[in-house]
Each structure stands twice: as C-alpha cells, then as structure tokens.
C-alpha cells in the first residue's frame, strides 16, 4: 500500500508529463500563430494569466525559473491578448492535447475523480499558480478533464517546489542547473540545456558539490510537501492513481 508521500513520489512523472506537455504542443502552437504571439508570450499569458492583469514582476515572482527581463519581455510582449481570454485559450490547448494523446486510453474518468480529491483537499499556501488554476471550470469529457486536473498537480507541485528552492537558498539558476533532469518535459536534458531553454545567459558555473547536495534535498522536500494533498486519498485509491497513471508514463 502506498502511502501520500510515496504516491506523490510515484505519479510525479506522468504527472508532469501530461500536466505540462501541452504547453509544448501543436494545440499551442496552432494558438500562437492564430493570435500572432510568440510562444513564451503566450506561454505566460495563459499558464500565469490567472493571476489577473498585473505587471511583470508579479509573474516574475511565481514563475520563478525565468530570467526576469525574459518574464517582463514575454508578458508585456502579450499583452494584446487579455488574460481572461489567455486562460481560456490555455486552458483549451490543454484539453485539447489531453483528448488527443489520453483520449483512447481507459480509466482517464476515475483518474479524475482521484484527482479531484486530491486538489479539492491540497492548501493554497505558497502555490498562486495552483490556487488560480484550480478555480479554471473543468471540461465534463474525461480524457481532457483528467489532462487539466494534471495540470492543476503540476501547478500545486511547482509553487512547493519554488519554495524548497529559495528556502534552501538556491538561486533559481542554480537550481535548474544542479538538477537531474531524468523526468518530463525535459527527459534526459542536462542542466545547461535547461538553463538556456529557459534562457538564462551564459557561461555556466558549474555547480559545486554544496549546491548538488542542497538541489536533491530540495526534491526531498518538495515530496515532502506533496503529502499532504494526497493524504486525500485512501491506501486502495492511492495504489489505483498510481497504477493508473503508468500508461501516461510509458506512453
């Protein structure tokens, strides 16, 4: 039997994957071009835009990962589209590519329903992001409804995540660039590939041993955190969302 730790550790992955495979999608990229944004551009409109119309360091704030003047760059950048209807759009482009990659798959409709348990009984404290996507309506069909509750998990996952990092002390680029990249979206990317998708300017210092040490413990803790939402769950559903979520990681 899985305990809420242990199932946070375990779903992480397909979590990750079909939380944020989206954002790199067709669907999206279909938008960007319809609406004549670049992809960051549209990237944080729609996934920060639930935050309201705001200015640039605000989204800098949870976006974290990001070089400010990228965040600022990009926001602005997007602003020809409101953030009410970034959202809406995002939030289609999600479940759009849900329906298209989980749509033939079963148990999408419980996997659900076990989501939502999960983020019904998760607390706000620290993850905007999580508690702005988690007011976003659901779609009633289940491949999508599963896809955007993904997201949701993935949203609740990065803002504890930001947390650990900076209450480790970490810069943020430190971070990205200490880590081990072995899960999605960036499969097996080294930091250093991740450090300029995510455009930080280089050359790269490379991360001593303290820094190595802290970045895995930060994952513990951010596990840790993740806990607590499935503590929700009972020990026979948490087994049932992680059996189910394996086709989404072998996928």
């Keep these: 039997m899985a305990d809420p730790r242990s199932t946070a550790v375990q779903v992480k992955a397909p979590i990750g994957q079909y939380g944020g495979g989206f954002m790199v999608s067709r ?31 605000v989204v800098t704030s949870v976006a974290v990962f990001f070089p400010p003047a990228h965040v600022e760059e990009s926001w602005n950048g997007g602003r020809k589209l409101p953030v009410e209807r970034a959202v809406e759009l995002y939030a289609g482009a999600c479940q759009a590519w849900g329906r298209r990659k989980l749509g033939g798959q079963d148990g999408c409709a419980r996997i659900a329903e076990l989501l939502e348990k999960v983020v019904e009984h998760a607390q706000v404290f620290g993850a905007p992001l999580f508690a702005g996507w988690r007011a976003v309506p659901l779609p009633s069909d289940p491949a999508a409804r599963a896809t955007q509750l993904m997201h949701v998990v993935r949203e609740l996952r990065g803002g504890l995540h930001a ?40 050359p790269y210092a490379e991360p001593g041993a303290d820094v190595v040490a802290r970045r895995a413990a930060v994952e513990e803790t951010t596990d ?10 009972t020990d026979s559903e948490s087994d049932e969302l992680i059996r189910l979520l394996r086709f989404g990681h072998a996928h």
């Excluded at 938008?31 to 409109?45: Q, T």
């Excluded at 840790?224 to 769950?233: G, V, Y």
């Design 224 to 233: 840790d955190l993740m806990a607590q939402p499935f503590s929700a769950l």
């Design 163 to 202: 947390n650990a990092v900076l209450s480790a002390g970490l810069h943020p680029l430190e971070a990205v660039l200490a880590a081990e990249h072995d899960g999605t979206p960036f499969g097996h990317a080294t930091g250093e590939q991740i450090a300029r998708f995510f455009t930080w300017p280089g």
């Design 27 to 57: 669907e999206a990229k279909a938008l960007c071009e319809e609406h004549g944004l670049g992809a960051r551009e549209l990237y944080f409109r729609g996934r920060c835009g639930v935050l309201g119309e705001c200015e640039a360091d």
